[in-house]
């Protein structure tokens, strides 16, 4: 091996290290007793669930779990849903305002989020919906970058398909959901991840809506217990509780890690 | 002529709840953003109509722009740091090497991950008391930093945690545009005696300019939009020092109860982040590299 080679790899190891060994320790502190939280190692003879007990015990971690799980999972449904509608409608159909809503779509992208969020958060009190999953679920219905995803995916599909499927008489969503959908499977895999990710992650605008425990989600009960002082200062259960947090990302993460790559790779690229 | 018509009308079906959605959830807010930056209210008074009030006194308040100030000292050192670690990164791993997939999935990792948790466990890694980093630095002899205490160093501190959160990114943003490099020109340069560093210089760095640009944009963005991170680790603090315009935003409609104020630090930023993404894009559209 040339000496090149070996700076090559001491460089990319140093590198993995010190992306990987943070995440390991923050596991390992969270399954140590109290009297070890100085301890920057690994291991330890006296391994416990004390620290994610106490978690239990003090915050409804588990009802955050499920509120932003059904969150991010009705999120991700209907923006896949109506990002496939009004993407096919743009790449396929001849309509009058068509223009409009192209245009419109791009301008809704280009313009940032902090213009509105003062106003929207007016909008959800107007609609009495704080502290509520309307609040949290309906301003992220749609999606403009799933637009311009399904769009470009089914700009591709040729119109002899459609033709022959117009011919037996299906409908146009029938021809959507039985020839589009089923081609457009990457598009569905890269929204999807995007849009389950960018909710599940999201913690500004929850912060905002919600002050109510019971209609919390994950990462914000997560910086709440670790900010607010139920975690008592004592970080073996402040680990314990952010290890909650990244735990389904990281094991979703290693299954599917290269449509993560893909999907946030591609976001960057349209965004 | 019916097929035309019937595909006219399933357009205007399938189109019409996004449109509806976009009325209620993005132009009225638009709109009502308008409103507010002339107006004071306290959510529980009627609105009071004060002309240009809000914007006097946003261009006099010195706290808006420290944190804009804060904003551009973080992106001085985030965006830097990031090109020139990633692009390494991207060198190295653009050529054959065992374990190439390994290595991108876990300098991936933290991108996926929540920048609340991201943050949370920093605030441990940063800790003068038994924090893992100012370990590692007494092992080479550095005294130990007050990463999150000192108001000179808490900002550079937000910005290398957050090169690390987003490195993974900007690799494969890099990565896929040096393997889209024609060899054919590589090998054309070595005919020509190029040196490695040649090379880079005149080949790999011009033709990575649209991956620059998309880095630097994105990392701005980034930047713009620092919340839970001094949330959650400084408060904005110390002195300040790491206060970012989307917490202030926070802090004066939520601790303060100013709508008015807090909508015309939002109309603020939009616009600032427009004219900077717009320039950047102007600039290094028309910057030479050679």
Redesign the interface.
């Known amino acids: 091996m040339s000496m090149r080679r070996l700076l090559v790899y001491v460089m990319l190891i140093a590198g993995a290290v010190s992306f990987i060994y943070p995440f390991l320790w923050m596991g390992s502190i969270s399954l140590r007793p109290i009297s070890e939280f100085h301890d920057l190692g690994l291991f330890s003879e006296n391994f416990t669930l004390a620290n994610y007990q106490a978690v239990f015990d003090r915050i409804p971690i588990g009802r955050a779990f499920i509120n932003s799980c059904f969150i991010a999972g009705t999120v991700t449904c209907s923006v896949l849903f109506f990002s496939s509608l009004v993407g096919y409608s743009l790449a396929k159909l001849q309509f009058k305002g068509q223009g409009a809503i192209m245009a419109i779509v791009m301008i809704s992208m280009m313009i940032p989020g902090q213009l509105t969020l003062i106003p929207l958060y007016q909008l959800i009190v107007y609609f009495g919906w704080a502290d509520s999953y309307l609040g949290l679920i309906v301003p992220s219905l749609m999606s403009g970058l799933g637009i311009l995803i399904f769009r470009q995916t089914f700009m591709t599909i040729p119109y002899e398909l459609m033709e022959a499927a117009r011919m037996e008489g299906a409908s146009e969503f029938q021809i959507l959901r039985k020839i589009f959908w089923p081609l457009a499977k990457p598009a569905i895999v890269i929204i999807g991840i995007l849009t389950f990710m960018g909710s599940w992650n999201e913690v500004l605008w929850p912060m905002i809506v919600v002050h109510d425990k019971a209609m919390m989600t994950l990462p914000q009960m997560v910086v709440l217990f670790t900010k607010g002082g139920e975690s008592g200062g004592q970080f073996g259960i402040e680990m314990a509780a952010n290890m909650m947090l990244v735990l389904p990302i990281i094991i979703s993460y290693s299954f599917f890690q290269k449509y993560f790559v893909e999907a946030l790779a591609s976001s960057g690229i349209k965004g | 002529m019916q097929?035309?018509q019937?595909?006219?009308?399933?357009?205007?079906v399938?189109?019409s709840?996004?449109?509806i959605?976009?009325l209620?959830?993005?132009l009225?807010?638009?709109g009502?953003?308008l409103y507010?930056v002339v107006h004071r209210w306290d959510?529980i008074t009627d609105p009071q109509y004060v002309g240009l009030r809000n914007f006097k006194y946003l261009m006099s308040d010195h706290l808006f722009w420290q944190a804009l100030t804060n904003t551009l000292y973080f992106l001085a050192i985030h965006i830097p740091l990031q090109i020139i670690i990633a692009l390494?990164?991207a060198i190295?791993?653009a050529?054959p090497?065992k374990?190439r997939v390994?290595?991108?999935?876990?300098?991936?990792?933290?991108?996926?991950?929540?920048?609340?948790?991201v943050t949370?466990?920093?605030?441990?890694?940063y800790s003068t008391?038994?924090g893992?980093i100012n370990?590692v630095l007494s092992l080479v002899g550095i005294d130990a930093v007050p990463w999150l205490t000192d108001p000179g160093i808490a900002m550079p501190a937000i910005a290398i945690m957050a090169t690390?959160k987003n490195l993974g990114?900007y690799i494969?943003?890099f990565l896929?545009g040096i393997l889209a490099i024609p060899q054919p020109v590589y090998e054309a340069a070595k005919m020509e005696g190029a040196s490695s560093w040649q090379e880079f210089r005149y080949i790999t760095l011009p033709l990575l300019k649209p991956t620059m640009l998309?880095v630097v944009v994105?990392s701005t963005?980034g930047g713009?939009?620092l919340?839970?991170e001094p949330?959650?680790m400084t408060g904005g603090g110390p002195l300040g020092s790491t206060m970012s315009?989307?917490l202030y935003?926070?802090k004066q409609?939520?601790s303060f109860q100013h709508?008015g104020y807090?909508?015309t630090l939002?109309?603020a930023?939009?616009l600032i982040?427009?004219v900077c993404v717009f320039t950047q894009k102007k600039y290094l559209d028309s910057e030479r590299y050679y």
Request: hydrophobic share 65%; aromatic share 22%.
């Open positions: 097929s035309e019937s595909n006219s009308k399933a357009g205007l399938f189109t709840p996004y449109v959605h976009l209620v959830f993005f009225y807010p638009v009502f953003s507010l959510l390494a990164l190295a791993l050529k090497l374990g390994f290595f991108r999935a876990t300098f991936f990792l933290p991108v996926v991950i929540s920048g609340a948790a949370i466990l920093w605030q441990r890694l008391e038994g893992l370990y690390w990114l494969v943003f896929a998309l994105l963005l713009f939009n919340f839970i949330y959650v315009v989307v935003m926070y409609a939520f709508m807090a909508a939002g109309f930023l939009a982040i427009m």
